[in-house]
C-alpha cells in the first residue's frame, strides 16, 4: 500500500449478502484507488459431548474454496484491481475486528450464511459495527 490508498477490508461467507458486500467494496475500492482486503473465517464445528475425528476433513481449504469463488463470481476469473484474500482460522466476529485494525473501511454483509447462529449468538455486522476501529458499512439483503 503506499501513502495515499486505504485500505478496504471485506468479510465474505459466500453467501448472497456476503457476495452484495463484495460487489459494494470492490466498486468503491475501482473508484477510490483504494485496496481491497476480502477475508474469510473457518473455524471447527462446535462439538456436545464427544470429539468428532475431523483429520480427514481441511476446513481451511473449504473456506479458501468459498472465497475464492465468491471472489470469482462477482469480480471474474481476472479482477481489475488488486485483491489481497485471506483465510483465517476463528470466529468471523473477531477474525474481521482484528483485520479490520489496519482499514479505514469494512464491509459485512447482514444475515450470511451464519443468519440461524447469529439469531442465537449475536449478529456478525453487529458486533463489528459496535466494536470495529474503523467505520462499518453493513450490506443488507436485497429485497424483490
Not at 20 to 36: C, F, K, P, S
Not at 82 to 88: I, M, N, T
Not at 92 to 107: Q, T
Not at 119 to 129: E, R
Amino acid at each position: 500500500m503506499t501513502g495515499d490508498q486505504r485500505l478496504i477490508v471485506v468479510g465474505v461467507d459466500g453467501s448472497e449478502v456476503s457476495k452484495e458486500a463484495l460487489r459494494w467494496a470492490a466498486r468503491h475500492a475501482e473508484i477510490t484507488g483504494d485496496v481491497l482486503r476480502v477475508v474469510t473465517a473457518w473455524r471447527l464445528p462446535p462439538t456436545y459431548g464427544y470429539l468428532p475425528d475431523y483429520s480427514d476433513v481441511d476446513f481451511a481449504a473449504g473456506a479458501r474454496e468459498t472465497l475464492d469463488s465468491a471472489i470469482n463470481a462477482v469480480l471474474g476469473p481476472t479482477p481489475q484491481l488488486s485483491v489481497d484474500a485471506r483465510v483465517e482460522e476463528g470466529h468471523p466476529a473477531p477474525v474481521l475486528l482484528a483485520a479490520a485494525r489496519e482499514a479505514d473501511l469494512l464491509v459485512v454483509g447482514s444475515r450470511g450464511h451464519g443468519a440461524f447462529a447469529e439469531m442465537l449468538l449475536g449478529s456478525t455486522a453487529q458486533h463489528c459495527v459496535h466494536h470495529a476501529p474503523c467505520p462499518v458499512l453493513v450490506v443488507r439483503p436485497q429485497t424483490t
